[in-house]
């Protein structure tokens, strides 16, 4: 399709009228949509999947029209443009896509229940309404809604309900806005609710399979986000309320719809009294996410998908500024650099894979572009780059102007870099659009050549890449001040190395705070200088150098084997990231060995002294009082142990489940995953697996059946396995949103890979009508993509899947993830004996 083929040229609608009537016994929908706006022409076309629409009006008169699926579109032939008001007349059926209207399905005490809401984004909103269905078409909505209700059910929406009559729920007529943000749910809900400073009305909405006080968390951290975003960006919240719902089956981990945010459970509800730190922080930052996106996104929207980094690289930023500001003793960007920045660099490192701006017609290539990595990771790390050079006070300045001037409205990138530049005085959209546009980013060479301290900067690959000559203007953030701010040559020199060095009376360094989107590999005598002088650099320091090293080990630009005897210096330190980008680092290690090899138990020795002061001094159990630091250190330390087969630590965590044998749930989460696959590993029996699915199905702690969930998986009992496998389609069990999570698990695991890649091949067309469409189903791809290591799995995989490559949405992950395996076997084979001997030389 080309940029002429957007409805809204056609026709621009300025409001909707919506009637639904949503029987949940028939699981059909009747609706009435009447639209008016503008036709410019008289052929126009109104978007809509699945619908069966018996009549179509234009001011009152029944009018031509033909159903085209194959563009998603009812085509209408007007007797004239101008002003007309179009009434649609349609049914359609109630699925259980997780897209559109659906159902999402619990229990309570044993009695099965259901709550009906909806996921519009990208294009499904035309799934339940006929409509100009693209993000710059903003118009006003009344919505009417009618359902077969029955007593202690409650309906919410966008906005206030503000009369019911025959039993259909009239709300207020909303701002102007997006098809994709429009949002409803009904059924038997709980509730919170509090106000801001400013009086918005803040409220968490879940089932009644919760207990009440898993509400609190999210009402507290929903609340102080809002007014710290009413602040930051001196523009108030528009909506009268801002609810926050949690639904039982949900795809992805949350939609920012305005003033009404769907979550998934695991990611909005939360026992207070006991949840890891680890997992707080990262309900925050969602919540925090799909906030900003009140302003960023829903007040303000992009004008087509292609900008949708626009919407998400903001939200992905401001989660952490948010966090950072409301909750400043977690540190949260901390946790920016474990998660966020090595995901960008991983994947970015990929030949083919996707620029953060990239342009796009299809719906299912829409859907493709939600890549994480790429669009939310990469795209944030680039804001944050743009952040550091504005400075917090222009940036501030800079998006009140974008606010006030594209409120109700939509707006680009270039608007964006605009209203920053017109703050600042900097060119920031020269700066930015060789991040934005191109794939991929440099690694820098820093070495002295012939006295001089030189830079140059190329593309870093994992993997075969075509290196097409791409430059990039690198914030340099070096410790030497007469270096460029912005380094945007092939090379440059930096002087006499021995002045440079003598001037800076330390090492000299590149991208210091690690918030460039790039690495350097400094030659020998740098590098050595770095090392010799490790403890004077503080914890992201140490963290960037792991992490630089584990990338150019893994693009084969240096040896791993060289990087085994740097561990043991990074082992004792007391800083959580550390230990992260440590034992990220560590576990890169693995897969050189084979099960129950003498490389493996040597690999398993290291592990054991990288952990053993570690266990020591932290203990198994939660210290009051202790540092965020040793709590999110501790369950990666015992981890470490566990892998080692450390007897002490088997028989520790078996002790600790013998004790709490009764009360499982209350196990402290922070370790309680670990104490339970522990158990299935080493003492497990089917009567423990039962009593685990069993738990699994009844407790509403998206924690604990998470923790459930890895342990299960990671059962040596090929029996088990077998039965796990025999649940993946069962909803009852396994519901279709979770179950990622469940195939991953057992393809991780040794004893269960083949029967899980059995499972996916054998099951893929059920795997497609369940769960394809979605922009979770590329995913399956990509996780197993992240397991395979093998030459004969390279095969089995491209034959699986090349035949697939032009089917939409999966062409791109396809491709990539046949690198990502081809990259990862010739690695091994290249490294295995000099690595497998560099650990067997490090832990005699
Ligand atoms: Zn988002």
């Given at each position: 399709m080309t940029e002429s083929n957007h409805f809204y040229e056609t026709f621009q609608p300025s409001h909707y009228d919506l009637y639904l009537d949503i029987n949940r016994g028939t699981k059909l929908i009747s609706g009435k949509t009447t639209i008016t706006g503008n036709a410019s022409q008289t052929a126009i076309a109104l978007h809509q999947k699945f619908l069966d629409v018996s009549a179509v009006e234009a001011d009152g008169a029944a009018v031509d029209f033909k159903l085209d699926q194959s563009a998603e579109a009812i085509r209408i032939n007007l007797k004239q443009a101008g002003e007309t008001r179009l009434t649609v007349t349609y049914t359609a059926p109630l699925t259980d896509?997780?897209?559109g209207i659906y159902p999402s399905y619990y229990e309570v005490n044993g009695e099965k229940k259901q709550i009906i809401g909806t996921q519009f984004e990208t294009t499904f909103a035309r799934q339940a309404f006929p409509s100009i269905d693209e993000p710059e078409a903003k118009a006003t909505f009344d919505l009417a809604i009618k359902f077969d209700e029955h007593p202690g059910e409650t309906i919410i929406s966008n906005m206030p309900e503000v009369r019911t009559e025959d039993g259909v729920h009239y709300f207020d007529t909303t701002m102007k806005m997006s098809t994709y943000l429009i949002a409803f749910a009904f059924g038997e809900l709980q509730s919170k609710q509090t106000k801001t400073k400013s009086g918005v009305t803040v409220g968490v909405f879940g089932t009644k399979a919760h207990k009440a006080n898993e509400l609190n968390f999210a009402l507290d951290i929903a609340k102080r986000s809002i007014e710290f975003y009413e602040d930051f960006y001196q523009t108030p919240y528009p909506l009268p309320h801002s609810w926050q719902l949690a639904l039982p089956?949900?795809?992805?981990?949350?939609?920012?719809?305005?003033?009404l945010v769907t979550y998934r459970e695991a990611y909005l509800l939360l026992d207070p009294d006991n949840t890891s730190l680890e997992m707080k922080q990262q309900v925050a930052t969602v919540i925090a996410h799909e906030l900003a996106h009140q302003w960023f996104g829903d007040l303000v929207t992009m004008k087509?998908?292609?900008?949708l980094w626009l919407n998400e690289s903001f939200a992905n930023m401001m989660e952490y500024v948010a966090i950072d500001a409301i909750q400043?003793?977690?540190?949260?960007w901390e946790l920016f650099q474990t998660s966020e920045a090595p995901m960008a660099l991983n994947r970015d490192a990929t030949d083919g894979v996707q620029s953060v701006h990239v342009q796009v017609e299809d719906p299912a290539e829409i859907d493709a572009l939600f890549d994480s990595a790429i669009v939310y990771a990469k795209g944030a790390r680039m804001l944050v780059m743009v952040r550091s050079l504005l400075g917090d006070d222009a940036l501030r300045k800079g998006l009140k102007k974008y606010f006030e001037a594209h409120q109700y409205g939509n707006a680009t990138g270039a608007d964006l870099w605009s209203a920053l530049g017109a703050a600042s005085n900097l060119d920031i959209g020269a700066i930015m659009n060789s991040w934005l546009e191109q794939p991929g980013y440099p690694v820098v060479d820093a070495q002295i050549v012939n006295g001089q301290l030189t830079l140059k900067q190329h593309q870093f690959f994992i993997g075969d890449g075509k290196d097409a000559g791409r430059q990039w203007q690198i914030p340099l953030n070096s410790n030497d001040s007469q270096a460029p701010a912005i380094f945007k040559d092939k090379q440059i020199s930096l002087g006499q190395y021995d002045d440079v060095r003598s001037r800076l009376g330390e090492p000299f360094r590149a991208n210091v705070g690690n918030n460039s989107h790039f690495i350097v590999r400094y030659d020998e005598t740098l590098l050595n200088d770095i090392l010799a002088h490790l403890d004077d650099f503080d914890a992201i320091t140490q963290l960037q150098l792991m992490q630089d090293l584990r990338l150019l080990a893994e693009g084969q630009q240096i040896s791993y084997a060289s990087v085994v005897p740097l561990l043991k210096r990074f082992a004792d330190s007391n800083a959580a990231v550390v230990i992260t980008a440590l034992y990220t680092l560590a576990n890169n290690f693995k897969k050189f060995v084979s099960p129950d090899s003498t490389e493996e138990k040597h690999l398993q020795q290291l592990f054991d002294q990288l952990s053993a002061a570690q266990v020591k001094r932290l203990g198994w159990l939660p210290v009051a009082g202790e540092s965020i630091d040793d709590q999110l250190s501790r369950p990666m330390i015992l981890s470490a142990a566990l892998y080692a087969q450390n007897e002490d630590a088997i028989a520790a965590a078996h002790q600790i489940f013998q004790d709490n044998q009764a009360k499982l749930a209350t196990l402290s989460a922070d370790i309680r995953g670990l104490i339970l696959s522990n158990e299935v590993k080493h003492y497990g029996s089917a009567k423990l697996y039962d009593q685990l699915l069993a738990d699994y199905q009844s407790t509403a702690d998206g924690s604990y059946k998470a923790n459930i969930r890895a342990a299960l998986t990671s059962t040596p009992d090929v029996d088990l396995i077998a039965k796990t496998i025999g649940e993946f389609e069962n909803a009852d069990i396994v519901k279709p949103q979770d179950l990622r999570g469940w195939f991953r698990g057992v393809l991780a695991n040794p004893k269960g890979e083949q029967a899980a890649w059995d499972w996916l091949r054998t099951d893929w067309q059920w795997l497609e009508d369940t769960v394809?469409?979605?922009?979770?189903?590329?995913t399956y791809i990509t996780v197993t993509a992240g397991i395979f290591k093998t030459a004969d799995r390279l095969v089995e995989f491209k034959t699986f899947f090349e035949p697939k490559i032009n089917t939409p949405g999966l062409t791109r992950e396809i491709t990539m993830d046949i690198k990502v395996i081809e990259s990862r076997v010739a690695l091994i084979e290249a490294e295995q004996n000099a690595v497998n001997q560099a650990v067997a030389d490090e832990v005699k």
């Open positions: 896509s997780m897209m089956d949900f795809s992805a981990g949350a939609m920012e719809n305005w003033g087509w998908w292609d900008d400043p003793d977690w540190h949260i394809g469409g979605d922009m979770e189903f590329s």
